[in-house]
């Protein structure tokens, strides 16, 4: 298991770097990162999906970060340029993310990371998500009535705040695999913070959005995040946190125990014994926190092998099984057409019915992990696809080593990021961190929003006198849909992608990963196509977009079809004898830059 990782004493030199950090942080640019977009790269307007027939790719010869932010993705270019590892660059990314994309993630919430070591090819997993207080039981999301709370009942205030896990994944990943200094890779998010960053239009149009949810209820939220006037605050404006700069300096001195022990947790406690769904959150889910590294699930597809992060995520496992059942079909001679997106939604109905039956934290629930992905038992589930007919609903199997429990269908809202780096070794990162809903539970302390990921559990304890897997428990882990991934053919990596979106993350990158692996297209081509997914219902088709003309094909195969705004966030970052090429999707307002 790994411990929030304590930084040796912090030298003199850095010492002094940090104060001369908090004397400067208004000038345009310090340490290793720019506190604002630079000349090149003026704020843009909203992204509205255009119907391009590929996103932009970067090229890089040795080095690329990609990120939801283009002042992130700089970041994490500038620490790669100044000898940092994918490990160091993903940790000043995600400092960066949370200040200037609050509402997706930050401190406050919980991380998945799979990194490959550039020296030993060895890839590991960091389960960064966050935990259910110990004093939670199964009811805990159950009314007077004894029947679950609505969802947004349940979102607004500190009840469905979690152990925060972000900081201690990150501090585990540069422990282990970083090069600069910790304090080096939180001085640019420090000055940015202190000197203000320009509010972009999507985070304007969020804060918006989540005013109708709630957001301005809390005084600490509603004073950052709306004007003087009571308006949610308007893109364009330039928006300082000293607060949030105030707890990155205590982490740069204190390292993750500063978070989890002394003011900040106390802090943190305080906050969420909301008068709005007071939380249970206590000192010691805090300082008992841990990161834990986990074993990575690997599927086997079309000579390339698919990592990811397992239980407590369902990511890798869901995606593994959608793939592993296409396997047995000739998609490339199908082409991008209905035959095509028909069995890739029968899969992922199949999939996602296990997955609602079997998957959650498996430190509190037996796991047929093995069981899931057995080629016998996913060409058996293979066979219930009718390539010529939709099923009416789709069943879980009963794979090796399954236990007897009921399903959950709980679904999952996005408030999520995704961000991916290489660096000049050859180590790289693909992460995946989350507050769940967009601005989490709306309660902020330290200038960071706190996850509402408590939601992410299964509201109802059981269903049919079976107990669902997905249960809280106290100190149990919430079943994720989170999906970072690499990919390898002989032994060698060749991608990295992952994506926002809810349960719908496992979606996107099972389908982007047919494009490009099966169909042929470049990473630009893949993350700019229409989205065409199931995850356990209807097809849904990507509104505005060319997916659209699928619906007729998809029909007369029996399909149900819903026309829907599908927003993901890929990023991704293809790593091949020419280069690399880094890929972030061009729904969203982030980049990729390399070198």
Not at 560 to 566: H, T
Request: proline residues 8%.
């Amino acid at each position: 298991m790994i411990r929030p990782a304590i930084p040796p004493a912090i030298p003199p030199a850095i010492r002094l770097r940090l104060i001369v950090l908090a004397a400067l942080a208004l000038a345009p640019g310090l340490a290793a990162g720019q506190t604002a977009l630079p000349p090149e790269a003026p704020l843009q307007p909203e992204r509205t999906y255009a119907r391009a027939a590929a996103a932009p790719e970067a090229t890089g010869a040795r080095l690329m970060a990609v990120a939801a932010h283009p002042v992130a993705a700089r970041i994490g270019r500038d620490i790669l340029a100044q000898g940092g590892s994918a490990a160091d660059a993903a940790v000043a990314m995600q400092m960066a993310l949370g200040l200037v994309e609050p509402q997706s993630s930050g401190l406050g919430g919980g991380a998945f990371i799979v990194h490959r070591s550039g020296k030993t090819g060895v890839i590991a997993t960091i389960d960064g998500r966050e935990t259910a207080p110990a004093s939670a039981t199964p009811a805990y999301w159950l009314g007077a009535d004894g029947e679950p709370v609505g969802f947004w009942d349940a979102v607004i205030g500190g009840r469905s705040v979690g152990t925060p896990g972000t900081v201690a994944a990150m501090a585990a990943l540069h422990r282990d695999h970083g090069r600069l200094p910790w304090a080096d890779l939180l001085a640019p998010a420090i000055a940015l913070a202190d000197a203000g960053f320009v509010v972009s239009p999507r985070l304007a149009r969020s804060i918006a959005e989540a005013a109708e949810r709630g957001l301005g209820d809390f005084p600490a939220a509603r004073a950052y995040f709306f004007g003087a006037d009571g308006a949610p605050l308007a893109a364009g404006a330039t928006l300082k946190n000293p607060a949030y700069a105030a707890t990155l300096r205590a982490l740069a001195l204190g390292g993750a125990q500063a978070f989890y022990t002394g003011p900040i947790a106390r802090s943190i406690v305080a906050a969420v014994r909301t008068p709005i769904n007071a939380g249970e959150l206590t000192r010691a889910d805090l300082a008992g926190y841990e990161a834990r590294a986990r074993a990575p699930v690997c599927m086997t597809y079309r000579a390339h092998e698919v990592c990811g992060m397992g239980p407590p995520s369902s990511g890798a496992l869901t995606v593994g099984q959608i793939l592993g059942m296409l396997s047995a079909y000739d998609l490339a001679a199908l082409g991008d057409g209905p035959a095509l997106w028909h069995l890739v939604a029968e899969a992922s109905k199949l999939a996602f019915a296990d997955r609602g039956l079997y998957m959650a934290d498996a430190d509190f629930v037996e796991m047929p992990t093995a069981g899931l992905l057995d080629p016998a038992y996913l060409a058996a589930r293979a066979a219930l696809i009718d390539p010529a007919a939709t099923m009416a609903r789709a069943a879980p199997g009963t794979p090796p080593g399954a236990p007897a429990r009921a399903p959950d269908t709980d679904p999952e809202k996005p408030g999520t990021t995704h961000f991916v780096a290489v660096d000049v070794e050859g180590g790289m990162i693909s992460v995946t961190s989350t507050i769940e809903t967009g601005f989490g539970s709306r309660v902020m302390v330290g200038g960071f929003l706190l996850n509402n990921e408590l939601t992410d559990f299964s509201r109802a304890p059981e269903a049919d006198g079976a107990a669902i897997a997905n249960r809280v428990e106290g100190g149990k882990r919430p079943r994720s849909s989170m999906a970072p991934t690499i990919v390898l053919k002989d032994g060698a990596p060749v991608l990295l992608i992952g994506s926002p979106g809810g349960s719908r993350i496992i979606a996107y990158v099972a389908g982007t990963l047919v494009r490009i692996l099966d169909l042929g297209m470049t990473p630009g081509e893949a993350v700019a196509a229409g989205h065409a997914l199931s995850v356990g219902g209807p097809v849904e088709l990507e509104q505005g977009t060319e997916a659209e003309a699928l619906a007729p094909g998809l029909e007369a195969l029996g399909q149900a079809v819903k026309i829907r705004n599908l927003n993901s966030g890929l990023s991704v970052i293809a790593i091949g004898p020419g280069g690399l090429i880094g890929v972030v999707d061009p729904r969203r307002e982030g980049a990729a830059v390399g070198e």
